[in-house]
T-cell receptor, first 114, second 112 residues
Framework: DAKTTQPTSMDCAEGRAANLPCNHS???????VYWYRQIHSQGPQYIIH???NNETNEMASLIITEDRKSSTLILPHATLRDTAVYYC???????????????FGQGTILTVHP | DAGITQSPRHKVTETGTPVTLRCHQT?????MYWYRQDPGHGLRLIHY???????DKGEVSDGYSVSRSKTEDFLLTLESATSSQTSVYFC???????????FGDGTRLSIL
């Protein structure tokens, strides 16, 4: 699986959009970009994933650059409850020997302040 | 939220004792995973299961065994716990390996 690079920490004001970047310059053509977050003392929570096209769901939007070497997770209206560690993960969307293993890096600590 | 229950949520035990952690799901998902989370290491895969009685090792499987006798339960056993196994353990499930995994709330295990 391709390696990802994320900023260690970011701040965001409540009600504003939070834009979390991720660099995955070695991503291959059949690897997807996944985003998870982990709120203190809880299990990781799936947010969104995509391959090439931008994706949006009820939680967030995912913007993937045309060359797929980087992406941005957007929380459109951040709340205090969005304070968490956000993980960008790149993986093959297939079974095989990995059987769907997720490789978590250090992530970005997002702090939403009033 | 996915129907995943991990038990116990917290446990303190002594070195050398056996410990079993349980992951129970109500989603009828085929794939189940055990991860551990330690400071500076992120989450690391211990073992996974791709069906009843079908399991395989992850990247940090030494000192751990698993069993899956029915779809809904995936057990993680530390035969003789060591202090290096002090960690937070997470179970995850998914219907297919190319779909998102959903995690339980974890078990905080301390080995003294």
């Amino acid at each position: 699986d391709a390696k990802t690079t994320q900023p260690t920490s970011m701040d965001c004001a409540e009600g504003r959009a939070a834009n979390l970047p991720c660099n995955h310059s070695t991503i291959s053509g059949n690897e997807y970009v996944y985003w998870y977050r982990q709120i203190h003392s809880q299990g990781p929570q799936y947010i969104i994933h995509g391959l090439k096209n931008n994706e949006t769901n009820e939680m967030a939007s995912l913007i993937i650059t045309e060359d797929r070497k980087s992406s941005t997770l957007i929380l459109p209206h951040a709340t205090l409850r969005d304070t968490a560690v956000y993980y960008c993960i790149v993986r093959l969307n297939a079974g095989g020997t990995s059987y769907g293993k997720l490789t978590f890096g250090q992530g970005t600590i997002l702090t939403v302040h009033p | 939220d996915a129907g995943i229950t991990q038990s116990p949520r917290h446990k303190v035990t002594e070195t050398g004792t056996p410990v079993t952690l349980r992951c129970h799901q109500t989603e009828n998902h085929r794939y189940m995973y055990w991860y551990r989370q330690d400071p500076g290491h992120g989450l690391r895969l211990i073992h996974y299961s791709y069906g009843v009685k079908d399991t395989d090792k992850g990247e940090v499987s030494d000192g751990y065994s698993v069993s899956r006798s029915k779809t809904e339960d995936f057990l993680l056993t530390l035969e003789s716990a060591t202090s290096s196994q002090t960690s937070v353990y997470f179970c995850a499930i998914t219907r297919q390996p190319n779909q998102p995994q959903h995690f339980g709330d974890g078990t905080r295990l301390s080995i003294l």
